[in-house]
Nanobody, 117 residues
Framework: QVQPVESGGGSVQAGGSLRLSCAAP???????MGWFRQAPGKEREGVAS?????VETYADSVKGRFTISKDNANLYLQMNNLKSEDTGMYYC??????????????WGPGTQVTVSS
């Protein structure tokens, strides 16, 4: 299975912005695509997803600050007003159905986001 390749992470101060990119492992218009993150010592959690029809879903913690988007080969995550709790490794994933997106098992290397307060 082809692994995604995430990029765009970095270190920013609270209130700053970053735009993450993912070279998608699947045709983004045929699969549900999503972003996950994992903070040190915590489990991986879903951040945002977008269906084949473009319906977006966000975790409550990022609503109003993050925006997920895609083109036919890439997935993006625009992150504004970053908070220290957004710190973590960010990964993208793909699945035929958004309900099983968290079962994705071909994780890429991820991209590190560090937000300092």
């Amino acid at each position: 299975q082809v692994q995604p390749v995430e990029s765009g992470g970095g270190s920013v101060q609270a209130g700053g912005s970053l735009r993450l990119s993912c070279a998608a492992p699947r045709d983004t218009y045929s699969y549900c695509m999503g972003w996950f993150r994992q903070a040190p010592g915590k489990e991986r959690e879903g951040v945002a997803s977008i269906t084949t029809d473009g319906v977006e879903t966000y975790a409550d913690s990022v609503k109003g600050r993050f925006t997920i988007s895609k083109d036919n080969a890439n997935l993006y995550l625009q992150m504004n007003n970053l908070k220290s709790e957004d710190t973590g490794m960010y990964y993208c994933a793909a699945a035929r159905n958004c309900a099983v997106l968290d079962r994705f098992n071909s994780w890429g290397p991820g991209t590190q986001v560090t937000v300092s307060s």
